[in-house]
């Protein structure tokens, strides 16, 4: 009896304690810093002490009944079937317990896609593997990329607090507004996933889906990709930084300037050395991915660079297929995601690692390719 007695108490302790300590607990989700996750949160809470009221009551029942009647003690079982006042209560009580969770879920539903009276709209596009981010009334738009050392992913090097979870260019956003998100995606389908704002959107390619963020505490927000989207999945993270109104200004401002100096600078010439430079850096971020850093690929997905037809064939070909990618794989049309100068750098770096350089130079093609004629390529490809 003592035992049963126990068992009773720790079924009935670890279903309360688990309740207690949810809140702050690692395994629950994020309170969140935006209307929306904190709408979410409490929703989730309170179908969760509905799931605990009816599972203590439930086994409190079947142990009070399982010990009350045991064998042991003569218990005799009675025999009665198609009881119409009890058929009745269990078909009515749970019924009842589902409408009264289904009210406030509909609600929250209606709030997440109310997107009305947004102050700012961006354009969220998925891609094998980053992200792209278009605020359309201010015309910036960038790219996001994964910017983990591919030495902490092989396991050569100490990995970072952020590990995978870090990227090049995070998407800003002002504090205490109300930013329309525009999902899609442009190849596969991923899914626009932060939590602490409350939102996990599916980014589906030829639809656009809308959500809304609204933040309340400056900081830094990260996310992932939800929906499994190829072998590189874990490699979009999520990274948005919530500035006051005044630095987002600055901020797009700031962006402004970038787009005109890269312009400008895509039509200037760098030296062999600035361009290898330049192209390592560029290369381990946009293309090491797929290609891996030894230039020998993942064949036969994604095929070697090294002793490459294409890199170490004549140039114009080389510029034509990074400009414009191969339809059906990975190889994505470049040219519209990175701008002269770093495409420049990355096909020189490319033509010249691996030994590459030494059987382009055999065959008399030349080796060293500048954002110009990068430039002629865009035009002549049009
Ligand atoms: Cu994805």
């Not at 959107?201 to 309340?216: L, M």
């Amino acid at each position: 009896m003592l035992r049963i007695r126990h068992w009773i108490g720790c079924l009935l302790s670890s279903l309360l304690g688990s309740a207690v300590y949810a809140e702050d607990s690692k395994w629950n989700m994020p309170y969140g810093v935006s209307p929306l996750s904190h709408e979410i949160y409490n929703l989730h809470m309170a179908c969760f002490w509905v799931c605990c009221v009816i599972g203590v009551m439930v086994f409190s029942v079947l142990i009070y009944s399982l010990v009350k009647f045991r064998k042991s003690k003569g218990a005799k079982a009675s025999h009665f079937h198609e009881h119409l006042g009890i058929e009745i209560i269990w078909t009515t009580i749970p019924f009842l317990i589902l409408v009264a969770l289904a009210i406030p879920a509909t609600i929250v539903l209606m709030h997440i896609h109310n997107t009305d009276e947004s102050a700012l709209t961006v354009k969220v596009t998925g891609y094998q593997w980053k992200w792209k981010y278009e605020y359309l009334d201010q015309g910036v738009s960038f790219f996001s990329i994964l910017s983990t050392n591919q030495n902490q992913i092989n396991n050569l090097a100490p990995k970072d607090k952020w590990f995978l979870l870090e990227v090049d260019k995070p998407m800003v956003v002002p504090v205490n507004t109300k930013v329309k998100i525009l999902v899609t995606a442009d190849d596969v389908i991923h899914s626009w996933w932060v939590p602490s704002l409350g939102v996990k959107q599916d980014a589906v390619p030829g639809y656009i889906n809308e959500n809304w963020i609204y933040i309340t505490t400056p900081g830094t927000y990260r996310g992932q990709c939800g929906e499994l989207c190829g072998v590189n999945h874990a490699f979009m993270p999520i990274v948005i930084r919530a500035v006051s109104q005044a630095e987002f200004d600055k901020w797009v401002i700031e962006q402004h300037a970038l787009a005109g100096t890269l312009q400008q600078a895509g039509l200037k010439n760098m030296t062999p050395d600035e361009l290898m430079k330049l192209g390592k850096t560029e290369y381990e971020k946009n293309c090491a991915m797929c290609h891996q850093n030894t230039g020998e690929g993942l064949p036969p997905t994604f095929p070697p660079l090294k002793r490459s037809r294409i890199v170490t064939g004549p140039a114009t070909a080389n510029i034509g297929f990074v400009l414009s990618g191969v339809p059906g794989t990975a190889m994505q049309a470049f040219g519209d995601q990175l701008d002269n100068r770093t495409l420049a750098a990355i096909i020189t770096y490319t033509r010249n690692a691996w030994g590459n350089d030494r059987m382009i130079e055999n065959r008399q093609y030349t080796v060293v390719v500048q954002p110009q004629d990068v430039e002629k390529s865009r035009h002549a490809g049009r």
